[in-house]
């Protein structure tokens, strides 16, 4: 078993996240997808590991505010991504770990509506991070759409190689 992320939700609602310190977490530290109605709120990061994102928002995500969030992250410290964009449920077991995106086999199969991998009404506020990329970033990977994204009091507390804000 490998287990790429700290914390791991899928298909979820009314979560709440908070008051956390994160020190070297494994890749990304949060990661939450197909869920809705969220507060992520209160967390210091200290993530310098590979791919060491601090939250990742997936695929048919909704209605969440995230809020208070510091620290380093040495990827992205928000990161919305709409994706994923192509179906893998029959790519066999013991070259691909669906632990890491389970929601892949469900909203991409044939036929799908892609509306159902959208993030939308989402709010992101009071950032204080530094980081190696971008603060907040917002992928959309084919015909998935990111909307009603209000992002406000960004500050980036060190020097980064990335924008502070980013939209793909």
Request: a negative charge.
């Amino acid at each position: 078993w490998v287990s790429l992320h700290l914390f791991h939700f899928a298909g979820v609602e009314n979560i709440e996240i908070g008051n956390l310190e994160i020190i070297q977490g494994r890749c990304w530290a949060i990661c939450i997808g197909m869920s809705k109605k969220g507060h992520i709120h209160d967390i210091k990061f200290d993530n310098r590991s590979k791919n060491g994102d601090g939250i990742d928002l997936r695929a048919g995500c909704s209605e969440f505010l995230i809020e208070n969030i510091s620290g380093y992250t040495k990827d992205d410290t928000v990161a919305l991504n709409a994706g994923p964009a192509e179906y893998v449920a029959e790519k066999p077991l013991t070259r691909y770990y669906y632990s890491s995106q389970p929601w892949e086999k469900f909203l991409c199969k044939p036929g799908a509506d892609p509306r159902d991998r959208d993030i939308h009404d989402v709010t992101i506020r009071n950032l204080n991070v530094s980081g190696f990329f971008h603060a907040v970033i917002l992928l959309s990977l084919n015909d998935t759409n990111i909307y009603n994204v209000k992002i406000s009091n960004i500050r980036d507390t060190g020097s980064r190689n990335f924008s502070l804000v980013d939209f793909y």
